[in-house]
């Protein structure tokens, strides 16, 4: 392989530098740059020999594979775009734009020159391949649409089949997608990821039996969560509840559980008529479901309340957040609302003493502790 690739260089730079006229590259220094992978050099060195203005179209992309090799995109673009000028239908120098543009994030540049290409070559498979990744929403149409057409040229290519299921799936076309990777998996009986791939697509036709056959010796090969949770659920649906149960607990226990896997393990216990453990995972799940941020929200949602006099709705705010987890701030904050704004003392010092209960940072939280403090000796005073 190596001499073959030798080979194919000296024939590459006999014709290259044969072709010129005037003036003279010296080819061995060429190849020896090429060789030790000094792309930059080479790149200079034929600027060297080439005028700024020259119109050879070999000079000129052999320039800009230089320095696009040598990681100079800049460059790279500048001499590709004036090859692209004379020929403006080249499809190596449409493919390198389209790459140069991808690389330095102007999608919109990458999607007009491999859009070039589609309508000159309308079967040209990696060109679709390529613009599928210039659209990563799931739900776009023209997304759909390179997918499809890649597919339809080459339906056992493992990544395109993958992503085109993917789609369906979304679409809950799961019928079309359990065929796409069918095909496919045909094609290449040991990929795995198409293998993977198609578990959920089957537990949503109600293949259940597939599932647990095809996962089951995936996990063989590695514990994947997606695949555990995928016959897990095939075992649930098949009630048969202890297996569904010793797999979605294999889950928490690589800490990889997730609210549906907690409402299945939930389910399944309750199903059993283990009701301890099935209220034990219904709470789990409903910890699982809430952000642990969701009173921070709530104490922002009272603030705006409280800033705007929407003073009723602000402590409604602040209990809401209650509800989800107590912390001193929004004991803090209840405490000045009930003290400062609805004049009602005696709840103001329920919460200022639940705001010391609950521990503030005693250096981030000084200046508060210092006022609640005070603030609780002057209410007792007053009362």
Do not use: W
Request: positive net charge.
């Amino acid at each position: 392989m190596k001499n073959l690739c030798t080979c194919l260089l000296l024939f590459f730079l006999s014709a290259f530098c044969y072709a010129q006229n005037t003036p003279v590259i010296d080819k061995d220094k060429l190849f020896d740059l090429y060789q030790s992978q000094r792309y930059a050099d080479a790149a200079v060195y034929l600027k060297s020999i080439f005028n700024d203005d020259t119109q050879d179209i070999k000079a000129l992309t052999q320039i800009g594979y230089c320095f696009l090799m040598a990681g100079n995109n800049v460059e790279a673009e500048k001499y590709y775009s004036k090859a692209y000028q004379i020929q403006p239908h080249s499809l190596p120098i449409l493919f390198s734009l389209g790459n140069i543009s991808t690389k330095r994030g102007n999608n919109d540049k990458a999607k007009k020159y491999y859009g070039e290409i589609a309508k000159i070559d309308s079967n040209n498979f990696n060109v679709y391949k390529l613009l599928t990744n210039l659209y990563p929403s799931l739900k776009d149409s023209l997304r759909f649409v390179y997918l499809l057409k890649a597919n339809q040229i080459n339906p056992g290519e493992g990544d395109i089949a993958a992503d085109l299921a993917e789609v369906h799936a979304v679409s809950q076309n799961y019928d079309k997608a359990y065929e796409v990777l069918n095909i496919a998996i045909k094609a290449d009986s040991e990929n795995l990821v198409l293998q993977r791939a198609k578990l959920p697509v089957a537990n949503q036709l109600k293949k259940y039996q597939e599932v647990i056959n095809s996962g089951e010796r995936l996990m063989k090969d590695g514990m994947d969560a997606a695949v555990i949770k995928d016959v897990a659920k095939a075992y649930y649906y098949t009630k048969n509840y202890n297996k569904a149960i010793k797999l979605f607990s294999l889950l928490e226990n690589l800490l990889m559980q997730n609210e549906n896997t907690l409402y299945f393990t939930s389910l399944s216990f309750r199903y059993l008529k283990n009701y301890k453990m099935a209220a034990v995972y219904a709470k789990k799940t409903i910890d699982e479901a809430i952000s642990p941020n969701t009173t921070s929200y709530y104490v922002l949602l009272g603030l705006v309340y409280e800033e705007n006099s929407q003073f009723a709705l602000a402590n409604s705010a602040y209990k809401k957040g209650l509800q989800f987890k107590a912390n001193p701030t929004i004991y803090y904050r209840l405490a000045t609302l009930y003290d400062t704004k609805l004049n009602q003392r005696k709840a103001a010092l329920n919460y200022y003493q639940l705001y010391l209960k609950s521990k503030p940072n005693a250096a981030d939280d000084k200046e508060e502790i210092k006022f609640t403090k005070d603030r609780i000796a002057q209410l007792n005073l007053a009362d």
